[in-house]
């Protein structure tokens, strides 16, 4: 079993940024695939970001292109999602996922953090 945790959310303005987090407790960190997904209350679940287990390779939904950035430490086994130039629409529950790649078993996900955007 793997735990992930996230933190990092909070209040910002349009505009700000923020850091969000999510530890993971594995040694085997860079065996996964990490992605952050997105959640608003009556919406579908949305794939924000994901990035390879070795850190080489990351794609982005399109409304965060140039905003969002994904990246991860595999020393300290944890995935980031710096978010820049936040929009109204930016506020979701945003939750961490770790997905095994290739034959590598195992998916998992945190309870997420709460990111608000409002003035």
């Known amino acids: 079993q793997v735990q992930l945790v996230e933190s990092g959310g909070g209040l910002v303005q349009p505009g700000g940024s923020l850091r969000l987090s999510c530890a993971a407790s594995?040694?085997?960190?860079?065996?996964?695939?990490m992605s952050w997904y997105r959640q608003a209350p009556g919406k579908e679940r949305e794939l924000v970001a994901d990035?390879?287990?070795?850190?080489?390779?990351?794609n982005y939904v399109d409304s965060v292109k140039g905003r969002f950035t994904i990246s991860r430490d595999n020393a300290k086994s944890t995935v980031y999602l710096q978010m820049n130039n936040l929009k109204d629409e930016d506020t979701d529950v945003y939750s961490c996922?770790?997905?095994?790649?290739?034959?590598?078993?195992?998916?998992?996900w945190g309870q997420g953090t709460q990111v608000t955007v409002s003035s």
């Open positions: 990035i390879t287990g070795a850190g080489d390779r990351a």
């Open positions: 594995t040694l085997t960190f860079s065996r996964y695939t």
């Open positions: 996922n770790a997905r095994g790649e290739l034959r590598w078993p195992g998916n998992y």
